[in-house]
T-cell receptor, first 111, second 117 residues
Framework: QKEVEQNSGPLSVPEGAIASLNCTYS??????FFWYRQYSGKSPELIMF????GDKEDGRFTAQLNKASQYVSLLIRDSQPSDSATYLC???????????FGAGTRLFVKA | EAQVTQNPRYLITVTGKKLTVTCSQN?????MSWYRQDPGLGLRQIYY???????DKGDVPEGYKVSRKEKRNFPLILESPSPNQTSLYFC????????????????FGSGTRLTVV
């Protein structure tokens, strides 16, 4: 079992819809959780950070964390074609010194 | 401009020929890390450094070396590259390690695509 698991996709949604991306992790001691976006041929960029149970909203993005069930999700409202990218879930453990990435979910937003 | 600079962007080399990939950041970040990215496997941590002269292994350190003699630089050294080290490499830095409440996410370099033949 991988430490951080994501569905590889592709996830295809129409423009204007809500895209829902999910991630599960195995280490219950994990402290901080991140979502990165990676466009094809580019480096990852940080889009969301969450550390406590519940929801965190930033513009069109909402991150959700449920530590009891060990999952993190990312909702993208009013999806745009420019949101088409691979979304990487990352989990910090080991006192924060190690950050483990999932393999990523490819999102395709159809115009 | 705040950035992480990696060089070279592309490198083709032969098995056994020592090489160094450089990484430099201008943000006075304490924490730096190297990752490799392979299809289906995602980003895997090679080494990380908490500060000058302090480094530790990540999940896939075999065949790699690092050093942190200055805060801004964190080179990745392949003493004897092999074809299974063909990959896309990313250097990343953050102000410090992420803790329970601090958003110390990474800033990534542009990547180095390495091919070992």
């Amino acid at each position: 079992q991988k430490e951080v698991e994501q569905n590889s996709g592709p996830l295809s949604v129409p423009e204007g819809a809500i895209a829902s991306l999910n991630c599960t992790y195995s280490d219950r001691g994990s402290q901080s959780f991140f979502w990165y976006r990676q466009y094809s041929g580019k480096s990852p960029e940080l889009i969301m950070f969450i550390y406590s149970n519940g929801d965190k909203e930033d513009g069109r993005f909402t991150a959700q964390l449920n530590k009891a069930s060990q999952y993190v999700s990312l909702l993208i409202r009013d999806s745009q074609p420019s949101d088409s990218a691979t979304y990487l879930c990352a989990v910090a453990r080991g006192g924060g010194f190690k950050t483990i990435f999932g393999a990523g979910t490819r999102l395709f937003v159809k115009a | 401009e705040a950035q992480v600079t990696q060089n070279p962007r592309y490198l083709i080399t032969v098995t056994g020929k020592k090489l160094t990939v450089t990484c430099s950041q201008n943000m006075n970040h304490e924490y730096m890390s190297w990752y490799r990215q392979d299809p289906g496997l995602g980003l895997r941590q090679i080494y990380y450094s908490m500060n000058v002269e302090v480094t530790d292994k990540g999940d896939v350190p075999e065949g790699y070396k690092v050093s942190r003699k200055e805060k801004r630089n964190f080179p990745l050294i392949l003493e004897s590259p092999s074809p299974n080290q063909t990959s896309l490499y990313f250097c990343a830095s953050s102000l410090s390690r992420p803790t329970r409440s601090t958003n110390y996410g990474y800033t990534f370099g542009s990547g180095t695509r390495l091919t070992v033949v």
